[in-house]
């Protein structure tokens, strides 16, 4: 069974910098793409950046230029460097794998400060 296990988020004043990871455990074969996706109260869940087995990178252009997300494959393993942070960045973000079926993470908050 395919799990994601999220980590790194947390409250960060604006203009600092956070780090998100996720982990996939239960995989068997290769991973097509990973993302993050983020739902902050009262709003849509958007995405906010994917990433394809082959490095093929997509943002969110509330996100371009701030944020970068990375893989490793070996470890099935993305990361969200974000930089730059503003308050609007504050939101539950959730892990994406895409197989055969989507799978999610259980969410990380993060919460930027003004």
């Known amino acids: 069974q395919v799990q994601l296990v999220e980590s790194g988020g947390g409250l960060v004043q604006a203009g600092g910098s956070l780090r998100l990871s996720c982990a996939a455990s239960g995989v068997i074969g290769v991973i097509n793409a990973m993302g993050w996706y983020r739902q902050a109260p009262g709003k849509q869940r958007e995405l906010v950046a994917t990433?394809?087995?082959?490095?093929?990178?997509r943002y969110a252009d509330s996100v371009k230029g701030r944020f970068t997300i990375s893989r490793d494959n070996a470890k099935n393993t993305v990361y969200l460097q974000m930089n730059s942070l503003k308050p609007e960045d504050t939101a539950v973000y959730y892990c994406?794998?895409?197989?055969?079926?989507?799978?999610w993470g259980q969410g990380t908050q993060v919460t930027v400060s003004s």
């Open positions: 990433i394809t087995s082959g490095g093929t990178t």
């Open positions: 994406n794998a895409a197989l055969v079926f989507n799978y």
